[in-house]
């Protein structure tokens, strides 16, 4: 939560020299290890400026949370993942792509960081609500593991592959699952008739 949540264009430089100086400085050290005076001397702004829009060295921290969070969201809401199009999944892989240091400093955080687990939490519902509306007949627990096996295989690959292809990798994953359940749905319906 920002203090004062100015939109003008100095205002907005202001955040962007906080948040860059905060993320450059997680590379090289903990959030709890960051202080306020290594930010504003990163930033070149003094500490009355960074009290003037933060709370303290947490509260912009969960603001670059939010942001990361709010851009994901509002890049994926449109996408259908369930019309197996590569689209949706290119999206969020170029999206990490874009956000490479911040991404991995996440992903290298997890245990001790909510926003991967929002990140991933949006993406599975979305999957499974897609899914869900356009295949019925699908249980949510079967389209819930195919997520699940699909995504905890990227991540725990540690894979930096071309969006792209990865997407593409994906989606070829999907249509062969999908395939597999409907096939077998509809043999178990018809041996029991």
Known sequence: ??????????????????????????????????????????AHINRGTFYHHYFDIY????????????????????????RLEQSFFQEILEFISEHCAFTLFIYTNNGKNSLLTRLIDYVKNKYIRDYSARFPQLSRARIEKTFTYGINGWLKSGSLEEAGLLAAEIVRFNQYVVSGFLENSMNMSENQT
């Not at 430089?13 to 005076?37: D, F, Y």
């Not at 509260?59 to 369930?82: G, K, N, P, T, W």
């Open 59 to 82: 509260d912009a921290y969960e603001s670059i949370e939010d942001e990361f969070f709010e851009e994901i969201s509002v890049r994926l809401s449109s996408v259908d993942v369930s």
């Open 1 to 42: 939560m920002m203090k004062n949540e100015k939109f003008d264009a100095r205002s907005q430089n202001t955040l962007v020299a906080i948040r860059s100086s905060i993320l450059e400085l997680l590379q090289k050290k903990r959030l709890q290890e960051i202080t306020i005076a290594e930010v504003c001397r990163s």
